[in-house]
């Protein structure tokens, strides 16, 4: 089966300007997660879908970022306007069902933004 | 308040020596726990994890690891390391069998010839 996609895979975008990024989760998972790494620092969870709603966003960092699943199945992450601090490794994970623990969480390769 | 810890943020191994990483977590009841890694211009791929049942986990490239309740650990081990092996390495606690991961600072491990 096809993994969890992430496009772009780079993303160099001058500070003010909108970046929207795209997660393509394996087909049938109904959990959606995004994280964040800014350099040197740990990976961050942002928010989590099920299907298109939003169960926890308590890891978005401001309202210049907004997650949307449309329909249940890919899910975009826009940051507007990006500032220099959002650059960072953005990455997207899938899960099905209640158990997705059990059978780990499958990551993405993760987006590169970097904010000049 | 809930933590992971990675001790180490750098680990130099030689070719062929035995691995270690430590993570120490704080939570309130057994979470579900995680090991990760990150090949360079690689995504996160799962090596093992842990819910229940024997303590001692075999996983993925060789790499085992072992919860210990009482120390509160999930500490990974190789014991012979493949220049491969070379990237950094997360551990990661989950609360419920669903839901967000809480990831420690990570481990770089560098393995010299």
């Known amino acids: 089966e096809a993994g969890v996609t992430q496009f772009p895979s780079h993303s160099v975008i001058e500070k003010g300007q909108t970046v929207t990024l795209r997660c393509d989760p394996i087909?049938?998972?109904?959990?959606l997660y995004w994280y964040r790494r800014v350099m040197g620092k740990e990976i961050k969870f942002l928010l989590h879908?099920?299907?298109?709603?939003?169960?926890?966003e308590s890891g978005m960092p401001n309202n210049r970022f907004l997650a949307e699943r449309t329909g249940g199945t890919y899910s975009t992450l826009k940051v507007q306007p990006a500032e220099l601090e959002d650059s960072g490794v953005y990455f997207c994970?899938?899960?099905?069902?209640?158990?997705?623990?059990?059978?780990?969480?499958?990551f993405g390769s993760g987006t590169r933004l970097t904010v000049v | 308040a809930q933590s992971v810890t990675q001790p180490d943020i750098h680990i130099t191994v030689s070719e062929g020596a035995s691995l270690e990483l430590r993570c120490n977590y704080s939570?309130?009841?057994?979470?579900?726990l995680f090991w990760y890694v990150q090949s360079p211009g690689q995504g996160l791929q799962l090596l093992l994890k842990?819910?229940?049942?024997?303590?001692l986990v075999q996983g993925i490239k060789g790499f085992e690891a072992e919860f210990k309740r009482s120390q509160s650990s999930f500490n990974l081990r190789k014991p012979s390391v493949h220049w491969s092996d070379a990237a950094e390495y997360f551990c990661?606690?989950?609360?419920?069998?669903?839901?967000?991961?809480?990831f420690g600072a990570g481990t770089q491990v560098v393995v010299t010839p």
């Open positions: 994970a899938s899960s099905q069902g209640n158990t997705g623990a059990l059978d780990g969480y499958t």
């Open positions: 087909s049938g998972h109904d959990n």
């Open positions: 879908f099920v299907k298109e709603s939003k169960q926890d």
């Open positions: 939570y309130g009841a057994t979470p579900y």
């Open positions: 842990y819910f229940s049942g024997d303590t």
């Open positions: 990661a606690v989950g609360a419920y069998s669903w839901g967000k991961l809480q």
